[in-house]
């Protein structure tokens, strides 16, 4: 596949780096020394202004499969996925940088069909995902991850096996989970594995499960104990992230409060949010912190744009004694170092930007639906023929270690057991290392 990148930044790295090895990707940007970002990888790379139909033409991008527009200027955006369009029938993936751009874009796309808007089909505001992320890990007590599938019908959840985790010490065989869930991975000091019976979970262990919402809910009621229903949130950071999500979860009954160290930035939160406390201060002052009690939230999230900050401000509110901490951090391999000094959950905008293009665009035809655990596991969708041949579950010897979590058929969600049988037509979800999908696939083909 061909992919074409528009905007030499931090942004178009990450995606660079994750399709190169598997994609031709070409890089175009005005700037050489933009550009010189992308040296040490093999990608192509263009220095020109890609709203030139010529330069398109001259350079024969014709025949691109994807075009993705991820500058810093929305406007550059937009005109460059209209002009390749004049040339190419590729699909156009669209970054905007303001909640304006987005919103005024789809609104021309639903009133005017036969606007020339239609030609971008896919419009990406990096902060919505963000914070579509963290308001379901909030919403979701003790998850550390969430991700749905089959329209909301089955769910994929990711625990944190602490001190007082019913889990704790026990093999996956001596303990009964709900008919409707499967334990499908384990990540130990951040290494993916399929588990087997006499996997026995230790501390600090993230386990992952798949199935329904109900059989979930059972499930954390039982691993769970106490009601851990969220009472409380704090957020630090006051910016378009921290004003949306704020937004979002002043329709729960949470109590919340925004600390801004930005007095004006303060004043214009106060006017536009109804239920939320408004703190002018910095979130790394100890003295604010303890003042205001934030060490007796359940879940504090620091989404400033400063790395250094946010894991200042969630060490310090960890210390104090809030219950789980979410970090918003630039990059993934970020993430990891945050997570082993005491973060509960580090996010990266740019990771789950990157996520939504493989998963939703480009490996979508390959029938990879979700990433987890920053790549190392993916579920995929597999449908299967009319020829294929009705066996139970357990007579299914896969090449590889995989799960078989869900299989839909028609309008049901099964969570499959061994006697579980499969047929032709069935979809089946399996969850996988990402180093084992191929075979696996080539082998249901």
């Known amino acids: ?34 550009l010189e970002l992308f040296s040490k990888l093999d990608v192509g790379v263009i220095c020109e202004d890609a709203l030139n139909l010529k330069l398109l033409k001259d350079n024969q991008l014709s025949d691109c499969d994807v075009f993705i527009a991820c500058s810093n200027d929305d406007k550059s955006n937009i005109l460059a996925c209209l002009t390749i369009k004049q040339i190419a029938n590729s699909q156009t993936i669209c970054f905007v940088s303001r909640k304006e751009s987005m919103e005024s874009l789809n609104l021309l796309k639903d009133e005017c069909k036969t606007s020339y808007v239609q030609n971008i089909e896919n419009i990406i505001w990096p902060q919505k995902f963000l914070v579509q992320e963290i308001f379901e890990i909030i919403t979701v007590p003790d998850a550390v991850d969430v991700e749905n599938f089959a329209h909301g019908r089955a769910r994929l959840l990711e625990y944190r096996i602490q001190e007082d985790s019913e889990l704790l010490g026990k093999k996956l065989k001596d303990y009964y989970f709900n008919s409707e869930v499967l334990v499908v991975g384990i990540v130990r000091e951040n290494e993916l594995f399929i588990p087997h019976g006499n996997s026995e979970f230790m501390l600090n262990d993230k386990a992952i499960l798949i199935g329904t919402p109900v059989g979930l809910d059972i499930t954390a009621g039982e691993l769970f104990k106490e009601k851990k229903q969220v009472k409380r949130v704090a957020i630090i950071g006051g910016g378009s992230v921290g004003y949306e999500l704020a937004s979002a979860l002043e329709k729960t009954s949470a109590k919340l409060k925004l600390i801004e160290n930005d007095y004006d930035r303060c004043e214009e939160l106060s006017l536009n949010l109804k239920k939320t406390l408004i703190l002018n201060g910095s979130g790394t002052s100890l003295e604010l912190l303890e003042e205001e009690e934030i060490g007796k939230s359940d879940v504090v999230v620091a989404i400033t744009n400063n790395d250094e900050k946010n894991l200042l401000c969630s060490l310090l509110a960890k210390q104090l004694g809030a219950k ?22 580090a996010i990266s905008q740019r990771e789950a930007c990157v996520n939504e293009i ?88």
Do not use: C, W
């Open 358 to 445: 493989k998963n939703r665009i480009i490996e979508s035809r390959a029938g990879i639906i979700a990433t987890v655990e920053r790549g190392q596991g993916e579920v995929i969708e597999i449908q299967l023929g009319s020829d294929f041949e009705t066996k139970q579950l357990m007579d299914i010897k896969m090449p590889a270690q995989g799960v078989i979590a869900i299989v839909k058929r028609g309008s049901k969600v099964i969570i499959p057991k061994g006697q579980t049988k499969i047929r032709p037509h069935d979809i089946l979800l399996i969850f996988t290392k990402t180093s084992d999908v191929a075979v696996i696939k080539e082998f249901f083909k």
């Open 1 to 34: 596949m061909k992919i074409i990148i528009y905007g030499a930044n931090e942004m178009a790295s990450s995606i660079a780096v994750e399709f190169f090895e598997d994609h031709d990707v070409i890089v175009i940007d005005s700037s050489q020394k933009n």
């Open 324 to 345: 789980k901490v979410i970090t918003r951090v630039s990059q993934g391999m970020t993430a990891n170092l945050f997570e082993k000094v005491g973060v509960d959950v």
